[in-house]
C-alpha cells in the first residue's frame, strides 16, 4: 500500500483545487495579522497562475469601486489578459438582474499597478495584475472590460428577493440620501437602487433580509450623515414564462352566430 508523502499530498492538493474539487478554509485575523502567512502561502502554492499573453486583448474585471479625495470613482480591476495604461478606451460591459447585457466606454485617465501588498506605482498594468483606475465614471463592481469571448457569466448569488423604501428623516436631504446611494450601488450592484415612483425623495432598493436594512441605515448615517426610515419589507414578484402554448375551438360554423 502506497503512502503519500508530504510532496505528493501539496501537489494533490494543489491539483484538486485548482479544478474546484476541495476548498481549502484558513483561519486568522486580519487585525491582528495572525495566520496571514499561511494564507499567502496557500494562495501561492494551492491557486492556478495565469498564464494568458499579454498580447491577447485586455480582460479584466472590477471587484470594487472606492472615491478617491475629490469623490472621483476609483475602480480595482484585476488582469486576465492583455494590458491597460493611462489614456486607454475601455469598454465595460454589466449584466443586470435580468441577464441583460449592457456596454458603455470610458477613457483611462490615471493608473496605478500594485506591486507588493499596497505599494503601487504608475506604470502599464499587464496580465496577473492589480490596478487602480481613474476616469471610469459609470462603472460598478462586477463589470468585465475589455474584449469578452461571450456574455459575462452571471453572478454566483442569486438576486435579493425583498425589497423597500428609502426615505430621509429630513425631506430636504434627498438629494444627499440619493448620491450616497448612487455610491453605494456602485460598490454592490444587487441592491439594483431606482426611483420610488410615489415619492422622488425615496428611493428602492433590493435586500437580502432585515439585517441589511440595518445595516444600510447605519451606513447612511455614519458615512453619509443621513438618517433615513424604511417602508415595511416586501417580496419582489418576478413572473417567468417557462413555455408557450396554442389552442383552437371552433364553433359551429352554420351558424350566423359563428365568429
Request: net charge negative.
Amino acid at each position: 500500500e502506497h503512502v503519500l508523502t508530504e510532496k505528493e499530498y501539496a501537489e494533490e492538493l494543489a491539483a484538486q483545487t485548482a479544478r474546484g474539487l476541495v476548498h481549502p478554509v484558513y483561519f486568522g485575523s486580519a487585525l491582528t495579522g495572525e495566520g496571514l502567512d499561511h494564507l499567502v502561502h496557500g494562495i501561492r502554492e494551492l491557486l492556478p497562475s495565469v498564464h494568458a499573453s499579454q498580447d491577447a486583448p485586455l480582460r479584466a474585471t472590477v471587484f470594487k469601486v472606492d472615491r478617491g479625495a475629490r469623490g472621483e470613482a476609483v475602480a480595482y480591476l484585476r488582469l486576465v489578459s492583455g494590458t491597460l495604461g493611462t489614456r486607454d478606451s475601455v469598454t465595460l460591459h454589466r449584466v443586470d438582474h435580468t441577464g441583460r447585457v449592457t456596454e458603455h466606454a470610458g477613457r483611462i485617465t490615471a493608473l496605478r499597478v500594485f506591486e507588493h501588498g499596497s505599494a503601487t506605482s504608475e506604470t502599464r498594468a499587464t496580465a496577473g495584475d492589480i490596478a487602480q483606475a481613474w476616469g471610469l465614471k459609470d462603472v460598478r463592481v462586477g463589470d468585465r472590460a475589455g474584449h469578452l469571448d461571450g456574455p459575462p457569466p452571471r453572478n454566483f448569488f442569486a438576486p435579493p428577493s425583498l425589497e423597500t423604501v428609502i426615505r430621509p428623516e429630513r425631506p430636504e436631504e434627498a438629494g444627499r440620501l440619493h448620491a450616497a446611494l448612487r455610491m453605494l450601488d456602485e460598490q454592490d450592484p444587487s441592491i439594483d437602487l431606482r426611483q420610488d415612483e410615489e415619492n422622488a425623495a425615496g428611493a428602492v432598493v433590493r435586500l437580502y433580509g432585515e439585517v441589511q436594512k440595518e445595516i444600510l441605515g447605519s451606513t447612511l448615517a455614519e458615512s453619509f450623515g443621513v438618517r433615513v426610515r424604511f417602508d415595511p419589507t416586501r417580496t419582489v414578484c418576478i413572473e417567468k414564462p417557462v413555455g408557450t402554448g396554442e389552442a383552437l375551438i371552433e364553433l359551429d360554423t352554420r351558424t350566423h352566430n359563428y365568429f
